[in-house]
């Protein structure tokens, strides 16, 4: 079954990093990439640019109405996903605990409907 | 049917229904099949077993009959959808590992317990199916002991059933490096259970009863499945506090402090069980908050009076206690324990520290143990205020009338 993992994070956090650090977890985020596509359980995983380059559309009687900024004003933003193939929830969760980012924000776990109907 | 065939049959009923439905989930995937399953294996029972007698392992033909009538059933349906002709083969194929439905019958409880009380559950959901599932209570049960509408009850069960399915929460008591994280899940739920069973008091008290009776019972079905210290400790402070139910409140249903319960209305029975539970736990070193609070309960239980109590030994527990888990209602606590170990001084300066960083300012205990304080300091006017200003914020009908009740003690001595 696949699991969309969002990845939440305080952009600040990173920003306070210093280049070896940032460096070093980023390294450590492409090792764990790197396992978990040879163990074929890496379906995609892409990180976004800071959440102050969103824009957000609500299409209203055929008229579209952007606005600047992500869809929710919170600290944490959306940072990155990656969308996994687990057996279940519970090796889901496992696989979410080891990405490196999830020390420092939330990752929000979702599963994804089975057969779209 | 005789009589006593009936009893037998209701008794079988009470001991193994759980059981059965637990391993019936695992070898069916399906909360619900289960459940139906279930009840049509005790329906076969009642049919059969009058003419034939009861077979000599009564849960392993449950489990049996079980399974073929859901395999009947979903054959049934596969008429209609045949998307349910899958499972059925599923199912059937799966016949051939029979003899191994008796194999780990008891794990099949505990996987029930952990996956009703999975963190992915919102605890409100956990409660209901735990007690629904685990405790077997009916929704209705249920529904009046959380003094919530049955629909809405029925409709927080189908939810997290649903969940459960939906998002493939798996059927398996968690691997040991998740273990410690999810037991806490399982406890919390238990402790929610025990709680509004103990301290509400609004509706009807007999049936809330009920849900810490049913919380003890759970406590004791996990340390029997999973004997770990704080599974132990849970056990023992839940007993430790219901050890005093029949002193803590009165025949007109107002509350009693500690200081004014009879001690002999104090079940002994429960007492030493809870307080040998908590000193296992105290020895393995592995022990978590469950079991601080339990031995705190535990001095309390053995002291003869208030003034005998052992109060340096209880603000020690209660200082391991925050640096497991602070809390300010921890820390109020300790400083009403320290009030006893050291005079009211001291712990009016504990508490008005606490109030003056803002912790607990509209928690009506805070203002109670501060008039508390007062009154024993003689400063009846700085006593009075404090009891109105919790007497103001008190949401509950006994914890007013005894505040009310103080305020008049106040004013006539």
């Known amino acids: ?117 | 049917m005789t009589h006593a065939f009936q009893a037998r049959l209701d008794q079988l009923y009470k001991a193994e229904s759980r059981r059965v439905l637990a391993t019936l989930i695992r070898l069916l995937g399906d909360f619900d099949l289960a459940e139906e399953a279930l009840h049509e294996a005790f329906a076969a029972a009642l049919a059969q077993w009058p003419k034939d007698g009861i077979p000599g392992n009564p849960r392993a033909w449950l489990v049996s009959t079980g399974r073929f009538k859901a395999i009947d059933q979903l054959r049934r349906k596969a008429r209609f959808d045949v998307s349910y002709e899958d499972v059925a083969e599923r199912l059937e194929a799966e016949l051939a590992t029979e003899e191994e439905e008796e194999h780990g019958i008891e794990d099949d409880r505990l996987r029930l317990i952990f996956t009703c009380c999975h963190p992915s559950l919102a605890p409100e959901a956990q409660l209901a199916l735990t007690l629904r599932e685990v405790c077997g209570l009916t929704t209705e049960e249920i529904a009046s002991a959380f003094l919530i509408p049955t629909p809405t009850l029925a409709q927080r069960i189908v939810r997290a059933k649903a969940k459960i399915r939906d998002a493939r929460i798996p059927y398996q008591v968690p691997e040991a490096n998740q273990l410690p994280q999810r037991l806490q899940s399982v406890l919390h739920a238990i402790y929610l259970i025990f709680n509004e069973g103990y301290s509400a008091s609004a509706g009807d008290n007999l049936i809330r009863h009920d849900l810490a009776a049913e919380a003890i019972r759970l406590a004791h079905l996990l340390c029997k499945l999973l004997p770990e210290p704080e599974a132990e400790g849970l056990l023992a402070l839940l007993l430790l506090q219901d050890s005093r139910r029949a002193a803590r409140v009165s025949a007109d249903g107002d509350l009693i402090l500690l200081e004014q319960q009879d001690r002999a209305l104090w079940d002994q029975q429960q007492i030493n069980e809870g307080a040998n539970l908590v000193l296992r736990a105290l020895a393995s070193r592995r022990f978590g908050p469950y079991t601080l609070q339990a031995a705190i309960a535990a001095i309390h239980a053995e002291a003869a009076s208030v003034e005998t109590t052992d109060w340096p030994q209880i603000v020690g527990l209660y200082d391991a206690l925050l640096e497991l888990t602070p809390s300010p209602v921890i820390e109020l606590n300790r400083a009403v324990a320290v009030a006893m170990r050291d005079g009211p001084e001291q712990g009016l300066l504990l508490i008005d520290a606490l109030l003056a960083r803002g912790a607990l300012t509209d928690y009506h205990l805070s203002h109670a143990a501060r008039a508390d304080l007062y009154r024993r300091l003689g400063q009846k006017d700085e006593a009075r205020a404090a009891y109105q200003r919790a007497l103001a914020l008190a949401q509950q009908g006994p914890e007013q009338r005894f505040l009310a009740r103080r305020l008049a003690e106040l004013d006539a001595g």
Request: aromatic residues 8%; proline residues 5%.
């Open chain 1, 1 to 117: 079954m696949k699991y969309l993992c969002l990845s939440y994070e305080e952009e600040e956090k990173f920003r306070a990093m210093s280049p070896a650090e940032l460096q070093a977890l980023r390294a450590e985020t492409l090792a764990f990439v790197e396992a978990l596509r040879t163990s074929g359980q890496l379906l995609a995983t892409e990180t976004l640019q800071s959440a102050c380059t969103a824009a957000t559309l609500h299409m209203r009687d055929h008229c579209p109405l952007l606005s600047d900024g992500p869809f929710a004003e919170t600290r944490e933003q959306l940072d990155s996903f990656f969308l996994i193939e687990a057996q279940d929830f519970n090796e889901a969760i496992r696989i979410a605990s080891q990405w490196p980012t999830a020390r420092f924000g939330t990752i929000e776990i979702r599963p994804v409907c089975e057969d779209p109907r």
